[in-house]
Nanobody
Framework: QVQLVESGGGLVQAGGSLRLACTAS????????MGWFRQAPGMEREIVAA????????YYADSVKGRFAISRDNTQNRVYLQLDSLKPEDTAVYYC???????????????????WGQGTQVTVSS
């Protein structure tokens, strides 16, 4: 069992930055593929970024490439999402999710992720 808690959301002006953190409790964090999803009002939840458990694959949605960066610290059981050059359309609830252990994917569907955090709100004003 893995419990996930996100932090770091908030209100920021367009062009600004935020750093989201997700802290995991439970065993074997390093064996989980970690993902960040987001859900805007009236929209379906979508994958934003993901990092494979062994670090040899990282995925970014086209809409965030070059602006967002995912990283993880297995010693702290944390995964981060750095959000730069934020746009109003990035406004959403951001969720951390874990798939595994030792799960590999190239599709990053919601159904592939077993554990979810409660979400943190990111609001970007124009």
């Amino acid at each position: 069992q893995v419990q996930l808690v996100e932090s770091g959301g908030g209100l920021v002006q367009a062009g600004g930055s935020l750093r989201l953190a997700c802290t995991a409790s439970g065993r074997s964090f390093s064996s989980y593929t970690m993902g960040w999803f987001r859900q805007a009002p009236g929209m379906e939840r979508e994958i934003v970024a993901a990092n494979k458990w062994n670090g040899d694959r990282t995925y970014y949605a086209d809409s965030v490439k070059g602006r967002f960066a995912i990283s993880r610290d297995n010693t702290q059981n944390r995964v981060y999402l750095q959000l730069d050059s934020l746009k109003p359309e990035d406004t959403a609830v951001y969720y951390c999710a874990a798939a595994g252990p030792y799960y590999s994917t190239t599709t990053y569907r919601e159904s592939e992720f077993d554990y979810w955090g409660q979400g943190t709100q990111v609001t970007v004003s124009s």
